[in-house]
């Protein structure tokens, strides 16, 4: 590349050259292959770095969990079998897990799948490879800083995964951290806060980009109520992780002062540790962090579960073949929700008695803000009414989220009233209920638009009985490690045992739930495998598909596939609705926005793309 | 194709693409200083006694920075309107000017946390001199940020002018809003740090 784009007065998109563009060249002309592939300026090959980097994030997860389950399931002393002798003495003597080792794993599980696998993979994934596709832009409003902000995020998965290995191991005190606990912890406590910070500098980075580039780069005649669901999700959310995850970073500054500099905003005056009285000028409040946190991790659901959402209502009025149920009413409800997702934090709060005038109002907004979340729900459950459906994978896992994601949010009700939450918030029911959310919830929407977008991305179509045997495999053994949780939950059982609670008279009678829980957690894991052979397989030998397999009609399909630098072969020009499926006396089931009306209606007036 | 609006403004929107940009991460800024400032509220609140602000720092000194701060914000403008001006020669006095300011404010800092220091007062020793220290270190950060940037289109940023004068500009404005919120942020640590 010869100038800097930067210095050309322009940015160029010369200097953004993509996978297929450096293919179809045979040689990467003016581009090495490290801008090409590893240090890219495209969207969609970040996209696709974050999605596969969040996938692996994923799965490295899980095999956490599949430790901790194997401990769950055998606690009075049984070796890990497979990986049982790779762990050190210090983790795991003899392959048996130690209980600093539990928390370590339960700690990291939280953060990798949260912070390292879903967001990344909804936000940082579909989000920067579909969105600019969806609104006719060449690429995000700043694509620099959307290559630093994959790199920076990556920096943070490194900083997670290394703090492994420094002495006492990775963080312990939960993936909430909660103070005082996180601020005597070990090491691995400093290395997850450089971490966060990290992570918080790269969403803060992908966030401004995004919000950016819908509101500026949307194609002529793409009016905001003419956005696909998915583009509306993926706003809101930008909102919610550019204004939360600030405070957090804030808690976390106090918390490395409070572990680096001796300072005390988190530690109160007085604390006893260990049988000695702690040497601190004390003063601080521990429920500072606590407010601090959920200030950040309340929203920081809603940017787990909108993404889901928005991938999930596109896949479903392609796969219906009509138009979504109430799409308006739909847009409303997620800005609507994401105000409220700010004021409903605390209530996870209920448990540190922080008196009933807060708990009150906390209980209020709660209540409220599922009414913009069952609206959301209801609208895509009546989008199937009436729809001659078509069951391939995507939609598979699309319908599927649904009655999953109504169980997660309907136990989250009594969640949401502190009578209820109080027996229930240190019990398995929680782990439940939020797992109904995120795991076959907001993960099976990600799948959904992993087999969706395929094509788009490749030029090809996955394997449909390779996708059938991952879909069902994992919608049994989801269910089948989830569903006694709220068993557990209501005998009972706390939470973060390292021996699931064996010790105690009301638990013990349940042991046999956590054994089955643990074959469940195997079976899962291996119906993943059919999903990982036909990914990299289909890359190469899927079958070639046109550029809209799907007779979608929103604009990515309209672009070749895959898309080459620019997106676009011409400048898109928007003419209607982005799920306009099955109009009366149209020729084909779907009339993609690009279509010109040719009933006579002139198109609606638009802001000329400057060109 | 090109990526739009980066020079000019989009009719419906009335801005460019990097200027939505700054106005957003302010925001977050906001909500990042907004969480600070609350959790001093929050410590001042609960704690039995807490000192007042002028008994334990310099006064006098943090006045003169804050007038040094002010003054910068000041040049910084001057820069941004030289440029509306054409007058790149200006441009370059008033921006250079702007990054010397910012290290009379950082010399200053210094010698307050210096002389501080120099007396065994350390953010361990109570809650006042930790947030005192916690807020004006960031705020420090940001000002290093600040120079930093301004310093580059002092330097070698400002051959753009001789190519793309306009978008040169908008630069120079957008680095301009982040360089008033940090003076901004100055504004609110001083009476709630040295003089409540």
Excluded at chain 1, 276 to 283: D, H, Q, W
């Amino acid at each position: 590349m010869g100038l800097d784009p930067v210095q050309k007065g322009v940015l160029t998109l010369d200097n953004a050259a993509t996978l297929d563009h450096a293919a179809a060249h045979g040689h990467a002309h003016e581009q090495s292959f490290w801008r090409t592939y590893i240090f890219s300026l495209d969207h969609k090959v970040i996209g696709i770095q974050y999605a596969v980097t969040g996938m692996l994030f994923l799965l490295f997860g899980f095999t956490l969990m599949l430790m901790m389950r194997w401990q769950l399931a055998y606690p009075l002393g049984s070796p890990i079998p497979l990986i049982g002798g790779l762990l050190s003495e210090q983790n795991a003597p003899g392959g048996i897990m130690l209980p600093e080792f539990y928390n370590q794993l339960g700690a990291m599980h939280g953060t990798i799948m949260v912070f390292l696998g879903v967001v990344p993979l909804a936000v940082g994934g579909f989000g920067n490879f579909v969105v600019p596709l969806q609104i006719g832009a060449p690429d995000m409003a700043f694509p620099k800083l959307n290559m630093a902000s994959y790199w920076v995020y990556f920096l943070g998965g490194v900083t997670m995964f290394a703090s492994f290995f420094v002495p006492g191991g990775a963080a312990n005190s939960g993936w909430t951290s909660y103070a005082p606990l996180s601020v005597i912890a070990t090491t691995g406590q400093t290395m997850w806060l450089f971490g966060m910070v990290f992570l918080i500098t790269s969403s803060l980075l992908g966030s401004i980009n995004f919000i950016v580039t819908i509101v500026q780069l949307r194609a002529k005649g793409l009016t905001f109520m003419r956005l696909p669901f998915f583009v509306h999700a993926q706003l809101v959310t930008s909102f919610l992780l550019l204004l939360a995850f600030p405070p957090l970073e804030a808690a976390g500054v106090l918390q490395l002062m409070d572990r680096l500099a001796g300072t005390s905003f988190f530690m109160p005056s007085g604390l006893v540790v260990s049988g000695e009285i702690l040497v601190r000028s004390g003063g601080g409040s521990p429920l500072l962090w606590q407010h601090l946190f959920w200030f950040l991790a309340h929203p920081e659901v809603y940017v787990l579960i909108l993404p889901a959402m928005g991938i999930v209502a596109e896949v479903l009025a392609n796969n219906t073949r009509k138009p979504l149920w109430g799409y308006r009413v739909m847009v409303l409800s997620v800005i609507f929700l994401g105000f409220m997702s700010f004021i409903v934090w605390a209530h996870h709060m209920f448990l540190t008695g922080m008196g009933t005038t807060i708990s009150a109002f906390f209980q209020t907004t709660t209540m409220i803000i599922s009414i913009p979340s069952v609206i959301i729900l209801s609208a895509l459950f009546l989008s199937l009414y009436g729809g001659s459906i078509r069951f391939n994978t995507p939609m598979l896992f699309a319908t599927a989220f649904l009655p999953m994601f109504g169980i997660g949010g309907l136990t989250g009700l009594p969640l949401g009233l502190a009578p209820s939450d109080i027996a229930l918030h240190d019990t398995y029911y929680v782990i439940g209920h939020f797992h109904y959310v995120v795991a076959p919830g907001t993960i099976f929407a990600l799948f959904a638009g992993v087999y969706y977008w395929f094509p788009k991305a490749t030029g090809r179509v996955m394997n449909e009985t390779l996708g059938k045997i991952h879909f069902w495999g994992s919608m049994v053994f989801m269910n089948v490690i989830f569903m006694p949780m709220f068993v557990q939950g209501l005998v009972g059982i706390n939470r973060r045992l390292w021996d699931g609670g064996v010790q105690y008279a009301h638990a013990a009678p349940w042991q046999g739930l956590n054994v089955m829980q643990l074959y469940g957690a195997a079976a899962l894991f291996l119906f993943q495998i059919p999903f990982i052979i036909n990914f990299f397989m289909s890359i190469r030998s899927g079958k070639p598909v046109s550029d809209n397999p799907w007779d979608a009609t929103t604009l990515e399909w309209s672009a070749p596939s895959p898309p080459p630098h620019g997106n676009f072969t011409t400048v898109p020009t928007v003419y209607r609705g982005p799920y306009e499926y099955s109009v009366p006396g149209a020729s084909k089931d779907f009339s993609p926005q690009t279509e010109p009306d040719t009933g006579g209606g002139a198109p609606e007036p638009a802001p000329a793309h400057a060109h | 194709m090109d990526i739009p609006y980066v020079v000019e403004a989009r009719p419906d929107t009335g801005l460019n693409n990097a200027k939505l940009g700054i106005w957003l991460f302010l925001a977050s800024e906001v909500m990042l200083f907004g969480a600070l400032f609350s959790s001093y509220v929050l410590l001042r609140v609960a704690a039995p006694e807490w000192p007042h602000g002028y008994e334990i720092l310099h006064v006098p000194v943090a006045t003169f920075n804050t007038a040094v701060l002010i003054t910068s914000s000041i040049t910084m403008v001057m820069a941004f309107a030289s440029l509306k001006m054409k007058d790149f020669a200006q441009y370059k006095k008033f921006i250079g000017a702007t990054v010397l300011l910012g290290f009379v404010f950082l010399g200053v800092k210094g010698y307050e946390y210096g002389d501080k220091f120099l007396h065994h007062e350390y953010p361990s020793e109570s809650t006042f001199l930790a947030i005192y220290f916690t807020l004006t270190g960031l705020h420090m950060l940001h000002v290093i940020g600040g120079m930093i940037v301004n310093g580059y289109f002092w330097g070698p940023g400002s051959k753009l002018w001789h190519t793309a004068p306009e978008q040169f500009t908008n630069r120079i404005e957008v680095s301009g809003l982040y360089w008033h919120f940090v003076d901004l942020v100055w504004i609110f640590l001083f009476p709630v740090l040295y003089l409540l």
